[in-house]
């Protein structure tokens, strides 16, 4: 009788120890952590209109580097880049014609590697060809897994004065104009900042 329970307590170290090293390799399958970049940020949002789907979307973290650290916002008169993919699902091409913000003056896009040259943010094309079948991604960085970057970003031009700074976790209300699929508005989210400890956050409205 002790020789069962020696051999069946043997068999449950055996398998306990099977179990353990199954779940290491599942957690090893689903992402290598020399390679993996989690970007903190909240998660972009998405819209559909017509044939084109609007994923991935939102605007980047601030990061102002003509102000002091502890004041990453968006504040009057700064140019904020979005990152986004238009999709297009169906069988012709479509244009975007027109980003529109209350907060914002205008768009345009801008070579990823000029996105700090105001001269060049002020003369980017205001118009986005996706073609039927096809996706195009701006403002997208290379996350360590083979994916690249994206070598244009869409820019927000000029925060306007009467808008309020935006910081990590505002959002702000964009309407993207199609010439066929028509226009939709959408709350993109600001991203968290990539150095969140330095960061200055809204104060609630009770302070």
């Known amino acids: 009788m002790s020789g069962q329970s020696g051999l069946l307590r043997r068999v449950n170290v055996v398998a306990v120890l099977a179990a353990a090293a199954l779940g290491l390799t599942a957690c090893a399958t689903g992402q290598h952590a020399a390679t993996s970049d989690e970007k903190p940020a909240i998660a972009g949002?998405?819209?559909t209109i017509g044939s084109i789907d609007i994923q991935d979307l939102s605007i980047?973290?601030?990061?102002?580097?003509?102000?002091?650290?502890?004041?990453?916002?968006?504040?009057?008169?700064?140019?904020?880049?979005?990152t986004v993919a238009f999709i297009n699902d169906g069988h012709s091409s479509d244009t975007l014609t027109g980003i529109t913000s209350t907060a914002f003056s205008g768009w345009s896009v801008v070579d990823t590697a000029a996105l700090t040259q105001a001269a060049a943010v002020k003369a980017g094309a205001t118009q986005v060809v996706v073609a039927p079948g096809r996706s195009v991604t701006f403002g997208i960085t290379?996350?360590?897994?083979?994916?690249?970057?994206?070598?244009?970003?869409?820019?927000?031009?000029?925060?306007?004065?009467?808008?309020?700074?935006?910081?990590?976790?505002?959002?702000a209300k964009l309407t993207?104009?199609?010439?066929?699929?028509?226009a939709v508005s959408v709350n993109v989210p600001v991203d968290l900042s990539s150095t969140p400890d330095s960061a200055t956050i809204p104060a609630s409205s009770g302070d």
Request: charge should be negative; hydrophobic fraction near 35%.
């Open 45 to 47: 949002t998405h819209a």
């Open 60 to 82: 980047q973290a601030p990061a102002v580097s003509s102000r002091p650290t502890g004041t990453k916002f968006y504040a009057t008169g700064d140019n904020a880049p979005l």
């Open 142 to 171: 290379d996350t360590g897994v083979g994916i690249g970057s994206s070598e244009q970003t869409i820019v927000l031009q000029s925060l306007q004065a009467g808008a309020n700074p935006l910081y990590p976790g505002s959002t």
């Open 176 to 182: 993207f104009t199609f010439a066929n699929a028509g």
